[in-house]
Structures are given as C-alpha cells and as structure tokens.
C-alpha cells in the first residue's frame, strides 16, 4: 500500500544516450508528487552501486524515469526485482520486448497489428551483404533503425540508392542490430495508454517535416494537435490497436505508441515506448490534459499501480 508518507525514490538520468532527457522527466515528475504531498526523493542512476544507493535511501518504492538502454529495457527492473522493491511501469519481459524494434515487431505483427514491412539484419552478416539484401527486397525511401534506441537516435531515412552503404555505416555504429522499413509517408501520431484504456489521439506536425531529436526536444519546433483533427473512425482505430499492443506486450503503467499512416491514410505502428517522456515538451501529458488528467494527478496514477512480480 502506497502512502503520502511511503519513501519514493525517482530514478533518473543513467548510461544512456537519453540520459538528459530523462534528467528532465525526473525532476518533472519528482516536483509534481511533491506537490501532492509525496516523501519523494530524486537518484542519479549509477548501475554500479544503484541498489547500495536505493537501500542508503530506505527507498519503497521507485518511480523509474529512465530512457533508452539499461532503463527501458528490463534491465533495471530485473535489479528490482531481485531487490524486492516495487517500482512503476511495464517488468522486465514486458520492458524488453517493447524497447528492442526488431523483437516488438515480430510479436506485433504475430498479433495481427499493422506494421510497416521490415526486415532485420546484423552486422555480423557484412554492410555489403546487408546492402544488397536491402536493394532486393525494399523500395525507396527505406528506414533504417537501430534495435533498441529511443528518441529518434541513430535513425536513418535512405531517400537514394546511392546513399545506402554510407547510411549503413552510420547506423550499425550505433548498434550491431538494425531494422530495415518501408516508409511511410502519411502524417505521425501518437497514442498513449494508461492502465489499458488509449488517451486522446495526437497529431504531430514537426515544422521541419521530419520528427527527428531537434524536433522532438525543442520547444516550438513542433506543432501537436490534441485531440487529433481527424475522423472519429480513424482515431478509435488507432485507439484500439494501441489497447491491443498494450494488452499483446503485457504493458503496465502508461505506454505511448507513435504510429503512422501510409500513402492510402491507413495507420501503422513504428514502436512503442514503455517510459514515454514526462517533459515539458513529451506528448503523454499532452494526452492526458486533453482527457481531463493534470500532470500531478497523471504521475500519481503511476506511482499508484507500482509493484512487484511483473515478469
């Protein structure tokens, strides 16, 4: 039972390639439980010594603000498990399926949700016979993605054939496992799902006309529409698929799917984000506000449901 005087740590920051990002989701959500009340203490995340530190805190509970890569992805609430100390969002199996690309995109696909075709390849196999695999295969532009990286990082867009084996390069820097795509070249939104139930739909119109880091973490560099200005048939659809893959990856807390349509206007999930951003300029509070749930209130939600044995 969580109570105002339960001792709650806020992880944040970490390894990662988001970790400033996640800096900033920390401090947001830590000044927002404080505000209602809550014993609530910020930690840096140090994956060397992260229980030595969570037991100095007498910590009961950890609201985890992590992004990317031993945060996101089942590693954390692996350690948490194994400490016995409850914490917000999706358990480890549920984190790790959702933050690698190529595995979610197996399992939804299985599921019957409608992913843009894609193919993984890995760079033990040769960027030159990764190339010629990708010429046979797709049509361009082609999308190329790291496996388990957030916020856009390391995603190429291969608008020519000629640019192909340079973007290749580039990408398997970041990591030896890509996701090849067909693109998409319809408007992005953005579903976010808490505790099983899709918020309001969001249309994202980035000025620059790619949602890309700049875009994504500057403020004014995108316009978001919330509730989205489309058909009600296509925003409950979009509703609908984000409640299966929440239901389908066994999600918990709130999780944001960013989807896309196609030249026919036909909607496809590009991932799924199982610790969205809780900054001043991240969508699921958008989401929220436009269904009557004020930040306060929406990172308690959270912090309500943690708990334990998520595996």
């Given at each position: ?96 399926i959702t933050m690698d690309k190529i595995v ?41 993605k790291p496996a388990c990286e957030g916020s ?160």
């Amino acid at each position: 039972m969580i109570t105002k005087n339960s001792k709650i740590v806020v992880l944040m920051g970490g390894p990662s390639t988001e970790a400033e990002i996640s800096k900033k989701t920390g401090k947001a959500v830590a000044d927002a439980l404080l505000s209602l009340g809550y014993n609530v203490t910020p930690c840096e995340y140090i994956p060397d010594h992260v229980v030595e530190d969570l037991k100095r805190l007498s910590s009961e509970v950890v609201f985890i603000a992590l992004h990317g890569k031993y945060g996101e992805d089942g590693t954390i609430q692996s350690v948490l498990e194994l400490a016995k100390i409850p914490y917000t969002g999706s358990g480890v199996t549920s984190s790790a399926i959702t933050m690698d690309k190529i595995v979610s995109s197996r399992i939804f696909k299985q599921a019957g949700l409608p992913m843009s075709k894609s193919q993984a390849y890995y760079l033990s196999e040769g960027i030159d016979a990764v190339e010629k695999e990708i010429l046979n295969e797709f049509s361009f532009p082609v999308v190329l993605k790291p496996a388990c990286e957030g916020s856009t990082i390391g995603i190429e867009i291969v608008r020519e054939k000629e640019n192909l084996h340079e973007a290749l390069q580039r990408v398997f820097q970041v990591e030896p496992r890509i996701l090849a795509e067909s693109y998409l070249a319809g408007d992005e939104f953005t579903v976010s799902v808490l505790d099983g139930h899709a918020l309001p739909v969001i249309q994202i119109c980035p000025h620059s006309g790619q949602y890309d880091f700049h875009s994504k973490y500057t403020k004014g560099a995108t316009d978001y529409i919330v509730p989205a200005n489309i058909p009600a048939e296509l925003s409950g659809l979009m509703g609908s698929i984000a409640e299966k893959g929440y239901k389908v990856a066994e999600c918990a807390g709130v999780v944001r799917f960013d989807f896309k349509l196609d030249s026919e206007g036909r909607p496809f999930i590009l991932e799924a984000n199982s610790i969205p951003g809780m900054t001043a300029t991240s969508l699921v509070p958008k989401a929220a506000a436009a269904a009557g749930i004020d930040f306060p209130e929406l990172c308690e939600k959270i912090l309500l449901e943690a708990g334990l044995n998520k595996v």
